[in-house]
């Protein structure tokens, strides 16, 4: 796709799983959720990078291993967000045997 597809994708298909998915897990956190939510300001101007450096780092013991205050969120993303985004754009979903599927990283900055 290129770039006004990929846009008008985002917007049709992605945007409306994601919010639902993010509204379910927590409205008050996540009612107000546009593209910024995962692109940061330079979803305005399409000059966002990914992964985003806005975004929590995480490292590898972070998800395998969270701590209380992140244990629902980790599993939200792991179990839900990761594999429906993965499915709407057609990627596999990370995997050890899959290291080149979607994964945390492909959003999330890799903690040092």
Same mark, same amino acid.
């Given at each position: $796709?290129?770039?006004? /597809?990929? /846009?008008?994708? $985002?917007?049709? !298909? !992605?945007?409306?799983?994601?919010?639902?998915? *993010? +509204? +379910?897990?927590?409205? +008050?956190?996540?009612?107000?959720?546009? @593209? =910024?939510? @995962?692109?940061?300001?330079?979803?305005?101007?399409?000059?966002? &990078?990914?992964?985003?450096?806005?975004?929590?780092?995480?490292?590898?013991? $972070?998800?395998?291993?969270?701590?209380?205050?992140? =244990?629902?969120?980790?599993?939200? $993303?792991?179990? =839900? !967000?990761?594999?429906?985004? /993965?499915?709407?754009?057609? /990627?596999? &979903?990370?995997?050890?045997?899959?290291? +080149?599927?979607?994964? @945390? *990283?492909? @959003?999330?900055?890799? =903690?040092?």
């Amino acid at each position: $796709m290129d770039h006004r /597809a990929r /846009a008008k994708f $985002m917007g049709k !298909v !992605v945007m409306p799983s994601m919010r639902a998915l *993010f +509204e +379910e897990f927590d409205a +008050e956190a996540f009612g107000t959720m546009d @593209c =910024k939510t @995962c692109h940061g300001p330079g979803a305005d101007d399409h000059s966002f &990078e990914m992964p985003n450096p806005q975004l929590d780092a995480l490292s590898g013991d $972070m998800i395998m291993n969270p701590d209380a205050d992140h =244990k629902a969120i980790t599993e939200f $993303m792991m179990t =839900k !967000v990761r594999p429906t985004m /993965a499915q709407l754009i057609g /990627a596999p &979903e990370w995997s050890p045997e899959t290291p +080149e599927g979607l994964g @945390c *990283f492909a @959003c999330h900055p890799m =903690k040092p």
